[in-house]
């Protein structure tokens, strides 16, 4: 099979290699991989930036894909052969209290797929059957492959952010995952703006704009006083400005990681009792509501996913890196 293999720690160690299928063990399933979504993460491990270190060569890059099963080992119960699925991402050990209340994604011990193992920018990928996520079999592939980051949204916005109809809604960030939690949070039925960078004005804004969405640059002002700032960008000014302006008893859910420490007023943090939320990633419940979301045509994010071969991927990693692309999806075979 073919795969995108980070080899070593420079941008040009990482390159199409081919490997052999891997063979099932207990509770595992073989999915042959229909697309599969490049993200942030990916980049940052591709260049082995400061925080990725963790992230030790071989490994096969990619977290947000769908695939369809053509093994499972025999002790797997509930999945087929030609059952199309996604896969949780961040992976718990299901066995400490953090997993069993559901939050996965906190437990110590967790892994990421494409990161801490191999993942889906493959042909084939190997998976434990406890984090498939079932897909309806009409889903295009592109869609499924963009399940994973819309769930983070749903969990910054809805899980973390407590957003419901009648809210008003800040998003920063006009990356595809704050688009996505500016669409998450419409469809709740708040009354959402889009804030970018003005450098996002040039793409970014105008493709959310045609989905319909409110959009403002940081330099335009005019949003007031939110009930719910949701941080998608990274960014610390970002953060800062939230804080600063979200109305009283109002809430902050900081879903975007931050490459540098931010700083901000935070006596007005105290004062006006303003509530900050840390929204890391996702889990099932958030994966299981976006599906279904999707399936009812209620997330059109089509406009923004971007097609390339998985023998381009590279190219992909490239062109999201220079803020070139919204969504690379990668099609095994394409």
Known sequence: MRSLVKTGPDVTDTFIVDREIPEVRAGEVLLKVEACGLCGSDIHAWRSDLGYEWVIPPVCLGHEFIGTIVTAAPDVAGWAVGDRAVVVSIQGCLGCDE????????????????????????????????????????????????????????????????????????????????ICCALVARDAGADVTLVGAPRDSVSRLPAAAALGLRTLTTDDGGWGEPDVWVEASGAAAALAMAIEQTRSGGRVSAVGMFTTAPTANLNLLVRREIELHGSYASVLHDYTLVIDLLAAGRLPVESLLEKYSLEDGVEALTAAADARTLKPILIPGA
């Open 99 to 178: 997993c069993a209340a559901g939050r996965t994604q906190r437990c110590l011990t967790r892994r990421v797929i494409g990161l801490s193992y191999d993942g889906g920018m493959s042909e084939f990928v190997r998976v434990s059957a406890d984090y498939l996520v079932r897909v309806p079999a009409g889903m295009s592939a592109e869609l499924g492959a963009a399940v994973e980051p819309l769930s983070v949204a749903a969990h910054g916005v809805l899980t973390v952010g407590g957003v419901v109809s009648g809210q008003k809604v800040v998003v920063t960030g006009a990356g595809f995952v704050g």
